[in-house]
């Protein structure tokens, strides 16, 4: 069969509730950031992040965390075929905080949770035949029920030529050896769960552990005495994990020291978040694992990733994608704060967001002035007019990828709330409208609190008018409040939409547009999305896409914005920005809402009317955008078959 998956992984999958503020008990925790959790789901994350084909095996809660985590698993990359839904059971739940580099005061919800649930039953035999590799982990060969599905999972992959790995991943408090309070325990002896463990051991290829869990898959609280019981019982290369120390493979008998073992290099690195650690670093060993690197580089891999996971809050959102650890492992260690690396955060930010949006055609009804100023408008009005832009969204949509909207939600708040869900890109202004110097919404604050109040499928979009010619102080206020909102959407886990528009300040040349460009990266700023207006030259194009990829190669594009231009000018100028792969596609408003607009505001147009009207122009402009996109690439083609590319 083809193995078309290269790692499943299986057993415990959770949500984890980690407290935000740090240093202090779980008691005085005031908020919580939302991740996926569980040691296999976290490494079913870390190794797809890293570009492996990976899978899960588990069960969730038929409810809204269940939901949660089979869809953050398919935005990170992994198969969620296993991934199966208890229609009794809740989604367990972890609360978590950082107190110190060695306490993490932690709580598991976890009673009678969805994932103990997992049966023989779940095991599919095709699922497992397509890869290269099972991994396991400890607490699911802790009850006889989820021993059983555990082990027919190993025997299955085995008889078709897989792999086998096991982390011990122990956690006393699952095993029933300590309470509820003592969720950070580590270490509890136990004959009872040693000889579960050691029952189970020949059935893996690689063993995985810190001391303390070599300690309880052993019976001894000597590691080099216990690593020799798990190999009387075990053929596995056995991996232990030193902490500080670094990790070492042991592929044949157990030396009389540690440091006889073959090792990879370590990092010098502060210590932030011990939690998820180990399971970064088994992500990263898998990696090397099942591409048959040397064990000195698959500990490189692995040591490397478990750096990132200790030096950043969260488990699963530390684990870095594959051209992050390309580019840590070429550069080395700057600062030992990982997390304050900007360099390095960057990539990080910007290799692991989510979803495809290489397609862009965006409907923008963000408008809040143009609209105040027509003909009937009121408050309530236009709110109800932008549901209506809505609904035409949605019909040229059609549940199909690549299609969005701008909306705000000041006037449009009804019609943003509602597009939450639907599969569109969805875009929310925070400048006030028409500011020069730029002002921002009030309901952001003076702090720009207000972003931690907004769904993270929300982009922050800010529009500046600005140009290289702007006097030095105006440029200066301009530039601080854009640098403090990009810093919070940062904060807030945002993307972020910068749009310029020089051409309304002064004229405007093929430099004017890069040159701002590239002074918004000069401090700083890197936004995930540009909004630039429409550029007559392809010179001027060519010297934006530059200024953009010299400084950043990961950023999401580039979108047109229209200007309410015509369709045949917007034709134009889609012909010319088609042919930049940088560019996604358009945001466009006035040119698709403004004769229903005035219309249905006047009273002279039923609902229908303006849905019917709104969306025959949009759809219309996204033919003359793919159309645009098209002819690109034929002349691309033909260009290349004739040796001129």
């Not at 919580?32 to 040691?39: A, D, E, L, Q, R």
């Not at 078709?160 to 982390?167: I, K």
């Not at 596995?236 to 070492?248: E, F, P």
């Amino acid at each position: 069969m083809n193995k078309s998956l290269d790692v499943i992984t299986i057993g415990r999958s959770s949500v984890d509730l980690y407290g935000a503020q740090i240093g202090g008990r779980l008691e005085d925790m005031g908020s919580f950031n939302k991740y996926i959790g569980g040691s296999p789901t976290n490494i079913a994350a870390g190794t797809a992040r890293l570009g492996l084909r990976s899978a899960l095996i588990t069960r969730v809660g038929d409810e809204h965390m269940g939901r949660f985590i089979r869809e953050e698993l398919a935005r990170e990359g992994v198969d969620v075929a296993g991934v199966k839904t208890d229609p009794e059971r809740l989604t367990a739940l972890v609360l978590l905080g950082i107190r110190d580099e060695e306490k993490f005061p932690l709580i598991f919800y976890r009673e009678n949770c969805a994932d103990m649930a997992l049966c023989e039953d779940d095991i599919d035999e095709v699922l497992i035949a397509r890869s290269l590799s099972v991994v396991a982990t400890g607490t699911h060969l802790s009850h006889p029920r989820t021993e059983k599905a555990v082990r027919k999972a190993l025997e299955l992959a085995r008889k078709h030529g897989a792999r086998t790995a096991l982390d011990i991943d122990y956690r006393p408090n699952l095993w029933g050896l300590a309470g509820h309070g003592d969720g950070d325990s580590r270490f509890v002896e136990s004959g009872s769960v040693t000889a579960r463990l050691q029952a189970t051991l020949h059935l893996f290829d690689l063993i995985v552990g810190t001391e303390e869990e070599f300690h309880i898959a052993g019976g001894s609280t000597d590691t080099v005495e216990a690593l020799r019981a798990v190999r009387n019982v075990s053929n596995a290369t056995l991996v232990c994990k030193r902490g500080a120390d670094g990790a070492v493979a042991f592929r044949g008998a157990i030396p009389d020291t540690l440091d006889e073992g073959e090792s990879g290099p370590g990092y010098p690195i502060e210590v932030f978040n011990v939690l998820g650690a180990g399971d970064g670093f088994m992500s990263g060993l898998i990696k090397g694992w099942l591409e048959d690197a040397s064990w000195p580089r698959a500990l490189q891999y692995a040591n490397a990733c478990g750096a990132f996971a200790v030096s950043r809050h969260g488990c699963t959102p530390a684990y870095p994608s594959l051209e992050e650890l390309t580019f840590f492992l070429e550069r080395g260690v700057k600062t030992k704060a990982l997390r304050h690396d900007e360099a390095l955060e960057q990539i990080h930010w910007a290799t692991n967001r989510h979803n495809d949006w290489s397609m862009m055609r965006v409907f923008a009804f963000d408008h809040r002035m143009q609209l105040e100023a027509m003909t009937g408008a009121t408050t309530e009005k236009i709110g109800r007019f932008k549901e209506l832009c809505l609904q035409a969204a949605l019909v040229v949509q059609g549940g199909d990828s690549g299609y969005g909207i701008l909306c705000d939600n000041r006037l449009g708040k009804s019609a943003l709330h509602a597009a939450s869900g639907t599969g569109l890109w969805i875009g929310r202004p925070v400048e006030w409208p028409g500011s020069r110097p730029l002002t921002l919404e009030p309901e952001l604050g003076p702090d720009f609190g207000g972003l931690d109040e907004w769904p993270l499928d929300n982009v922050v979009k800010v529009l500046c008018f600005c140009h290289p010619d702007d006097p030095l102080d105006l440029r200066d206020a301009q530039e601080e409040t854009i640098r403090r909102l990009f810093a919070a959407a940062r904060r807030s886990r945002l993307e972020f939409l910068l749009e310029i528009i020089p051409s309304k300040v002064s004229p405007v040349d093929d430099e004017t547009n890069a040159a701002l460009i590239r002074r918004f990266y000069e401090i700083g700023i890197y936004p995930d999305w540009w909004k630039l207006e429409p550029m007559a030259s392809r010179t001027a194009w060519e010297k934006a896409c530059k200024a953009i990829t010299d400084h950043d190669p990961n950023t999401r594009g580039i979108v047109v914005l229209g200007l309410e231009a015509p369709e045949e000018e917007l034709a134009a100028s889609f012909a010319i920005a088609a042919g930049f792969p940088l560019v996604k596609g358009f945001a466009v408003g006035r040119t698709i809402f403004a004769k229903a607009a005035r219309a249905w505001l006047a009273g002279t147009i039923s609902d229908a009317d303006a849905v019917d009207d709104m969306q025959g122009r949009y759809r219309r402009l996204c033919a003359i955008w793919q159309d645009a996109r098209n002819k690109s690439k034929e002349h691309e083609a033909t260009e290349t078959s004739h040796g001129r590319v």
